[in-house]
């Protein structure tokens, strides 16, 4: 099946730097990739959805500038979140739909443990 | 507003007992529902999907759900329960609602725990 490779799996920062993490969609071209956060013992909640060659589109109460989204290519998508502070400590996953895959199953990278001292 | 409802935090099951982890859904028109499996920092992994057609949907692993309209459900259930199954499970929905059918709306998730 398709294969979405998410890193840095862990990263540990200070309070007032950035972060970027990248998701890549390996086997297939993904024009839209999904990035969601998980609180602890909640469920994932979208953030943003990311067009490739076009701004993304942020979900209700995201701060666009805070987590800056660039889908420069068909198998990339970023996530920077500028001047990181303790409250944006999550777990970031990417996904992406498959096109050549009916039904509109995500793939889902493993994950990003975001933690901000 | 679409809504996914996971009522069970937690399922407790002993290995080999049938397991059922329930899910309700509230959207309009004909969705799209998922199961997703999450490991200890893990990205989600497909389980299965029902998109039309017969409403037992079978899937990996040997789970298996059951669409059913009337009460808006879509419970997850396994024969025969393995420690291997103890993980993350999280129902979803999608279609054609707040902006198109990428968008994934996820219940709260229910921790499943198979004991020896």
């Known amino acids: 099946g398709a294969v979405v490779s998410q890193h840095p799996s862990r990263v540990i920062c200070k309070s007032g730097t950035s972060v970027k993490i990248e998701c890549r969609s390996l086997?297939?071209?993904?024009?839209?990739m999904f990035w969601y956060r998980q609180f602890p013992k909640q469920s994932l909640m979208l953030m943003a959805t990311?067009?490739?060659?076009?701004?993304?589109?942020?979900e209700q109460g995201v701060e666009k500038d805070k987590f800056l989204i660039n889908h420069a290519s068909l198998t990339l998508s970023t996530l920077t979140v500028t001047s990181a502070h303790p409250e944006d400590s999550s777990f970031y996953i990417c996904?992406?739909?498959?096109?050549?895959?009916?039904?509109?199953?995500?793939?889902f990278g493993s994950g990003t443990q975001l933690s901000v001292l | 507003a679409q809504s996914v409802a996971q009522p069970e935090d937690q399922v407790n099951v002993a290995e080999g007992n049938p397991l059922t982890v329930k899910c309700t859904y509230s959207v309009s028109g004909n969705p799209y529902l998922f199961w997703y499996v999450q490991y200890p920092n893990r990205g989600l992994q497909f389980l299965l999907k029902?998109?039309?057609?017969?409403?037992l949907v079978k899937g990996s692993y040997g789970f298996e759900a059951e669409f059913n309209k009337s009460q808006t459900s879509f419970h997850l259930k396994k024969p025969s329960a393995l420690v291997s199954d103890s993980a993350l499970y999280f129902c979803a929905v999608s279609g054609l609602f707040s902006g198109g059918y990428n968008k994934l709306i996820f219940g709260a998730g229910t921790r499943l725990a198979v004991h020896p």
């Open positions: 996904s992406a739909r498959d096109p050549r895959v009916f039904g509109e199953k995500l793939f």
């Open positions: 029902y998109i039309t057609g017969d409403n």
């Open positions: 086997d297939f071209q993904a024009t839209t």
């Open positions: 990311s067009n490739e060659g076009s701004k993304a589109t942020y």
